[in-house]
């Protein structure tokens, strides 16, 4: 079965400008989880989508944002690019409810490049 | 939350040796998965191991979940292992989903 799709791969953007990423999990699993990863912080909790409600929040600004739709694709947006927000993005998917149970699987990431 | 630790941070080997990787955590989980990051970016999920221990062909992993550590087991490594193996966990006191990473081992295995 396809594994977790994010696009686009590769992102460059300008400062003050607005960026929209795109998260399809695994056929069948509801969970949508969110990371950011950046040399100087590893990999960091964005949020995390289970049913097209947000369940968690990591310690992001509000001009990180995102949803999931009733497919369970996510998207995250980033309002007001700033040049600390080049990173790879990446997407986790899991089973259901019981997600802890059975694991996360992560897509390729999208990386982003503010200039 | 949960601090995770992962040693070594570097790790250099000739190709078939062996190596262990630890990580430690410091409070009770109910999920820990041990990844490879490809040099692409991709986190490929090599164990889901909240305790116990499991084996993959030359990899196998061993939670001891009591004492708050696990360990991955690399045998006659190859140089296709190289890359960032990371550790991470989910905090037991929540059903919600979040993982919590250790910064990585870096593993570099020349011919």
């Known amino acids: 079965k396809a594994g977790v799709t994010q696009t686009p791969r590769y992102l460059i953007k300008t400062r003050g400008q607005q960026v929209t990423l795109s998260c399809s999990p695994i056929?069948?699993?509801?969970?949508v989880s969110w990371y950011q990863q950046t040399p100087g912080q590893g990999l960091q909790f964005l949020f995390e989508?289970?049913?097209?409600?947000?369940?968690n929040k990591g310690n992001f600004p509000g001009r990180f944002s995102g949803r999931q739709f009733s497919n369970s694709r996510s998207e995250m947006n980033v309002s007001t690019l700033e040049l600390g927000d080049s990173a790879l993005y990446l997407c986790a998917s899991s089973l259901g409810e019981y997600r802890e149970r059975y694991g996360y699987t992560f897509g390729s990431g999208t990386r982003l490049t503010v200039v | 939350g949960i601090q995770v630790e992962q040693s070594p941070p570097d790790l250099i080997l000739q190709e078939g040796a062996n190596s262990t990787l630890r990580c430690n955590f410091s409070?009770?989980?109910?999920?820990l998965q041990w990844f490879h990051q490809n040099p692409w970016g991709q986190l490929i999920n090599l164990f889901y191991?909240?305790?116990g221990t499991k084996q993959n062909g030359r990899l196998s992993a061993t939670t001891v979940a009591t004492e708050r550590y696990s360990l991955l087991y690399i045998s006659s490594s190859q140089t296709t292992d190289s890359g960032v193996y990371f550790c991470?966990?989910?905090?037991?006191?929540?059903?919600?989903?979040?993982?919590?990473f250790g910064r990585g081992t870096q593993l570099t295995v020349w011919p």
């Open positions: 991470a966990v989910s905090d037991r006191g929540s059903t919600l989903g979040r993982l919590y």
């Open positions: 056929s069948g699993h509801r969970s």
């Open positions: 989508y289970f049913s097209e409600t947000q369940r």
């Open positions: 191991i909240p305790s």
């Open positions: 409070d009770s989980v109910n999920n």
